[in-house]
Structure formats: C-alpha cells, structure tokens
C-alpha cells in the first residue's frame, strides 16, 4: 500500500476491525434469529448474543449491562437522552445547559426543545476549548433538568472535565449528560466513579460498525427517561425495535477490543501524532487548535495561515482529512467550534483536522508531513495575504471590500 | 468537491502567478474579497499605450474554484482592451470552469477582481477622464 490513499480521518469514523467484522458475519445467516422470540431456540441464541455484547459495552465504561440501551448511534443516543429526560421532567423544570462547541446532534435537539417552549443556555468556551467550571455553575438554576457536556470534542480533540462538572451537576439534582462518542477506546471512562447520568456512545468511531450506538442510563439513583421510538417496548420501553443482532456483536467486540489494546494503541498514536505535530510545526505560522495538553493525542487540529482550507485538502489529493474551512461546508460558515475558540475567521477557514488511528503508520505520517510542507509552499507562493504579511503588513488594519 | 477538469488543471498549473510593481505607470491592481470570507482575489493587468492589456498577473487566497477563477481571468484579459476586459460575465467563467453552484460566488468575485484592477489603471493614468467617465455613468 506504499503508493495508496492516506486515511487520516479517524475522527469522522474508524474502519471496522478485521476482527470485528468476522465476529459478525456468522449473525447475518447463521445466527439469524430475532432476540425477541421468547419461544425458540434461533431467538435465545440471538439474544445471548446481544446480552453478552451488552456486557462488553458495559465494561468498557464501567457501567452494569442493565444500564446500556441500544440505539442507531450516538446521534439517537443524543435525541434520546436530551429529549427524553427533558420531556419526562417537563412538568416541574424547563431549562437546559449545554456548550457551543457540541456536537450537531446535541445543539440542534437543544435547538429543537427550545421551540417546544424550553429555555436553552448555551455557554462559552475559552481559548483553548475547555469549559469554565465556575461559568458551568453559574448557568445551573432550580429550574434546569439537564445539562449536556461531550467528553472528548470531535474537532479538536480538547478533554472536558466531566467529573467535575458532574459534581455540579449532582449538587444540584440537575441529570448530567456526556456525549463519550469520540472517548471510547481513548481515554480511561468510569461510570461508577464518575457522577454522570446519562451517556452517548457510538460503535463507528471505536472500529465498530456505523449504524449501532448505545445510551447508557444510570440505575443508581435511576435516571427516567421517555422513549422517543415507540412500539414494542424494547429495552426496557426506552427504544424499541427490533434489536440489530449483527450490529450489537460488533459493537461489544468492538469495545471488548479497545479495552485490551486501548493503552498499547494510545502510546503507539501518541509518538505518531507527535511525529506529525513535530513536522508541521516545522512549517512557518502553523497554529494547532484546542489546548495543547487537555486534548486526545489521536486528534491534531491545525491552522496554516495565510492559504485556505479547502485549497490545501485539494493539494492533498491522497490523503484524507477533514477542514474547519467555509468552503468545504455547504453553508458556506466556516467552522463554529473554531469560532468559538476566538479563532479569527482566517484562521478557522486555514484549518485541517488531522485524526491518526489505530492503522496509522509511521510511513503514512512521514508522507503526509511532506504532502503537507509542499502543498503549503506552493499555496503560499499564491497568496497574497502571504505576500502581506512578508512585507510586515498586519491584517488587521486593512481594509477589505467584502463582498 | 467533484471539480472539472479545466477547474483541477488551473489549481495544479496556475497561470501567471506572481505580482507587478503596482507604482509602475502602466499597471492597474484590484484587491476583491476579504480573509473573513474566506476569499481574496488580487489580480494585476499591465495595459500598454494603445489601452490593451499586454500582461496580468494574480495571486489569490481562497478554495480550488477560487484559485481557477482568478487564473482563468489572468488568460482571458491578455490581449484585449480594457472595455473587452469589463464585458467578461462572471457566467463565462462558471461555464468555463463547470463551476458547482455553491461556488458561483468566485466566479463573481473573480468579475470583480477585474472590474477592480481597471477601475485602479484608470483612475491613476487619466484621473480627470476617469472622474468624467464616473460623472457620466452617474447622469
């Protein structure tokens, strides 16, 4: 694979593990049966299946498997556990807390409960991407049922201190929702030590399968939540539907791995995303995004000022990433995590996501690094603001016709 | 982005890259867009004694479509006269470039880039005549 394509994309989602995939295959016509059928031997099989899985999720965060209920990802997951506690508590509370660097999943469901007649709170990050604790109390009132914290963020990577804000949180008999969909199989999670009431999960970011998620829901002190798909009454009639068989193995198998390999696979990403780091910054004013210390090593977020995003990721032609630049969304908006770092426009429309996984190579990272340092040469060599700010123009003062 | 193939070759070949001495008599800058949005086109013409552009150059900061824009622009003005240049339609270039619609916006930029460096030429080599154009225009 010498000359091939460079994924460098891990953050937008995980091939399936080779072994994953073999783990499920027997549950596509061999294992085939409905979990639900109570009354042969096709459907204990298959529900076997699924509570062994459910288990394997389960240690992964240090939850009981009664606490673990299947969704289509951590998207449902998200809808599931904002609307449902918001909805369940309607009568006595109607304020939500969340952050402006959430996940789309939670900020448009934020979005959406508000036009139900909720009152949302959205907080402010700092600089470097982290949530103020002092600010996060503050914005906790009597009248708020839920606040929403991601746990690692899947633009630049920076580790919110869910326990702490927990605490807050429990102080206060407000639930506590984490989005973990980008910290399973990174980083270290404990639901019996951590005061966290609900929590997302997704398969696709942890080598899994896209399609299968899980909400995980406290038991002690229970969390109630109402169910946003009815029918059947499935998982204890908090999401119903026919269980996805083959999904579930895979996610369990998925998570039973990365609890093996998780600290083998951290110490290996991080020397190769310090490698990385170690060669872009060798590039003339390269500002990485997000605090440089709280943040997962498998995630580099990058701005290269002076030549813009979509730009460069043409330049890149073989190497996936990911970039904060207006042009490569359809809105035309440049990235809103990056905004609401402070980032200047030029710089959030500069940026690239690099994300190395658990496939990565040394020789990927050292090509990229040269794909990288070239295209950025030959960008700046065309940008005028380049030019600018070789000739000790500040761009600041400048005054620009927009259009 | 699904980019033409005229679009890919003018962002791996751009054409005439570079910058003039914009103090030179002869030479008419526009600077178009700004580093908020994202997009910033500057784009060079030189125009000799009888009003044709001889040379132009560009450099631009912005995504794949806005690169090819600019350069394509800097091929189409050599050679013509400054009221040829002013007649060349953003939808020219779209067309040319098979622009998606999302990035008809450089397309248009790229129009103004040139409306901006002959405005400038004008305005330095006749500024009474300009005025008087500008007057006209304005009646």
Redesign the interface.
């Known amino acids: 694979m010498a000359d091939g394509p460079i994924y460098l994309d891990f953050a937008a989602t995980t091939p399936v593990d080779p072994r994953v995939a073999a783990r499920m295959i027997p549950f596509l016509a061999e294992t085939y049966g409905n979990p639900a059928s109570r009354s042969h031997s096709f459907g204990w099989a298959a529900e076997q299946a699924v509570e062994a899985a459910r288990g394997q999720v389960a240690e992964l965060v240090g939850a009981d498997a009664r606490e673990i209920v299947w969704t289509s990802g951590a998207t449902e997951s998200n809808n599931l556990a904002i609307k449902g506690a918001a909805q369940f508590h309607r009568g006595r509370a109607k304020h939500l807390v969340t952050v402006r660097t959430e996940h789309k999943s939670v900020l448009d469901t934020m979005r959406e409960l508000e036009r139900a007649g909720f009152e949302i709170t959205v907080l402010d990050v700092g600089s470097d991407g982290l949530l103020d604790a002092g600010a996060f109390e503050a914005a906790l009132r009597p009248s708020t049922v839920l606040a929403s914290v991601m746990l690692v963020n899947n633009e630049i990577g920076v580790i919110q201190d869910v326990e702490r804000l927990g605490a807050l949180c429990r102080e206060r008999g407000v639930l506590f929702h984490v989005d973990a969909a980008q910290a399973t199989g990174k980083i270290q999670i404990d639901l019996q030590a951590w005061p966290v009431d609900l929590m997302s999960l997704s398969a696709h970011k942890t080598y899994g399968p896209k399609g299968i998620g899980a909400l995980y829901v406290r038991r002690k002190p229970r969390v109630r939540i109402e169910a946003q798909i009815h029918g059947g009454g499935h998982e204890r009639a908090m999401r119903s539907g026919t269980l996805p068989v083959h999904q579930i193995v895979g996610m369990g198998e998925a998570y039973r791995i990365a609890g093996l390999e998780m600290k083998s696979d951290n110490e290996r990403i991080r020397a190769l995303s310090e490698r990385l780091w170690a060669g872009l910054s060798r590039i003339d004013e390269v500002y990485l995004n997000g605090d440089a210390t709280r943040r997962v090593p498998h995630n580099l977020n990058v701005s290269f000022n002076?030549?813009?995003g979509?730009?460069l990721m043409?330049?890149l032609d073989g190497i996936a990433v990911s970039s904060g630049?207006?042009?490569?969304s359809?809105s035309?908006e440049?990235s809103y995590v990056l905004r609401a770092l402070g980032r200047?426009?030029?710089l959030a429309?500069s940026s690239i996501r690099f994300s190395v996984g658990r496939f990565t190579t040394r020789e990927q990272i050292d090509r990229a690094t040269a794909h990288v340092t070239r295209a950025v040469g030959k960008l700046r060599?065309?940008?005028?603001?380049?030019?600018m700010h070789r000739d000790g123009v500040d761009?600041s003062t400048v005054q620009?016709?927009?259009? | 982005m699904a980019y033409s193939d005229k679009l890919i070759d003018h962002y791996d070949n751009p054409r005439n890259v570079g910058s003039m001495d914009p103090g030179e008599s002869g030479v008419g800058t526009g600077m178009v867009g700004a580093p908020a949005c994202g997009d910033v086109m500057k784009l060079q013409i030189r125009v000799n004694e009888q009003g044709v552009i001889e040379d132009a150059r560009f450099k631009t900061y912005g995504c794949g479509s806005a690169i090819a824009s600019s350069s394509l622009v800097t091929e189409w003005v050599k050679g013509k006269t400054l009221d040829q240049a002013l007649k060349i339609r953003n939808t020219q270039i779209a067309e040319e470039l098979a622009l998606p619609p999302v990035k008809i916006h450089c397309s248009i930029l790229a129009e103004d880039a040139i409306k901006a460096a002959v405005a400038d030429y004008r305005a330095k080599t006749r500024p009474a005549a300009h005025a008087a154009d500008l007057e006209e225009i304005s009646t």
């Open positions: 002076f030549v813009e979509e730009s043409m330049g630049s207006a042009c490569t359809s035309l440049p200047s426009d030029e429309h060599a065309l940008s005028p603001l380049w030019d761009l620009w016709s927009a259009h």
